[in-house]
T-cell receptor, first 112, second 115 residues
Framework: QQQVKQSPQSLIVQKGGISIINCAYE??????FPWYQQFPGKGPALLIA?????SEKKEGRFTISFNKSAKQFSLHIMDSQPGDSATYFC???????????FGAGTQVVVTP | GAVVSQHPSRVICKSGTSVKIECRSL??????MFWYRQFPKQSLMLMAT?????????EQGVEKDKFLINHASLTLSTLTVTSAHPEDSSFYIC???????????FGSGTRLTVV
């Protein structure tokens, strides 16, 4: 049973557009929500993470929006670039060093 | 920043043989290492957690006798796939707690193909 549900499964966006990926969770004990970027044949790399005491966090072109009451969080990639083409995973854990529960992943393709 | 070096990046082995995958923390001490398996176009599945100097903890459904994990030092954890079969072909990734504020750091992964 997947504890973190992620959608969509795949996404095609034009260069300069906005990519939006959504995740939902059930376990209210989760208090750390990272997003990872993974290129083919490579391990995941941390993009950005948020804790439930804030509703939004922005780092460059990447923004996490967090809705604690709805138990949902999302990643927005602004001004998407072809180099952003990758698979993105949301995750959740209890504490920064708790076991990560990953979403199913979203394959993002940014067309030139 | 915290770096986990994983080797080999690719390995092809014959069915019935064993393969060892190494993960080293290069600039920090990793008392804990997580081992994941990832099938094509799927998410990461946690296989086991290794702790330096003690026995690994395996997730439900993971055969501990097949996937041997050793964490003998604070900078090295190894995963040995014993008597490998084609269904063990997968992408194996290790991960360790990195610097505070930077979350877990992942190895670059090992593509195992069993023929």
């Amino acid at each position: 049973q997947q504890q973190v549900k992620q959608s969509p499964q795949s996404l095609i966006v034009q260069k300069g557009g906005i990519s939006i990926i959504n995740c939902a969770y059930e376990n209210t004990a989760f208090d750390y929500f990272p997003w990872y970027q993974q290129f083919p044949g490579k391990g995941p790399a941390l993009l950005i993470a948020i804790r439930p005491d804030v509703s939004e966090k922005k780092e460059g072109r990447f923004t996490i929006s967090f809705n604690k009451s709805a138990k949902q969080f999302s990643l927005h990639i602004m001004d998407s670039q072809p180099g952003d083409s990758a698979t993105y995973f949301c995750a959740a854990s209890m504490g920064s060093w708790g076991k990560l529960q990953f979403g199913a992943g979203t394959q993002v393709v940014v067309t030139p | 920043g915290a770096v986990v070096s994983q080797h080999p990046s690719r390995v092809i082995c014959k069915s019935g043989t064993s393969v060892k995958i190494e993960c080293r923390s290069l600039d920090f001490q990793a008392t804990t290492m997580f081992w994941y398996r990832q099938f094509p176009k799927q998410s990461l599945m946690l296989m086991a957690t290794s702790n330096e100097g003690s026995k690994a903890t395996y997730e439900q459904g993971v055969e501990k006798d097949k996937f041997l994990i050793n964490h003998a030092s604070l900078t090295l954890s190894t995963l040995t796939v014993t008597s490998a079969h084609p269904e063990d072909s997968s992408f194996y990734i290790c991960s360790a707690p990195g610097q505070e504020g930077y979350g877990y750091t992942f190895g670059s992964g090992t593509r195992l193909t069993v023929v």
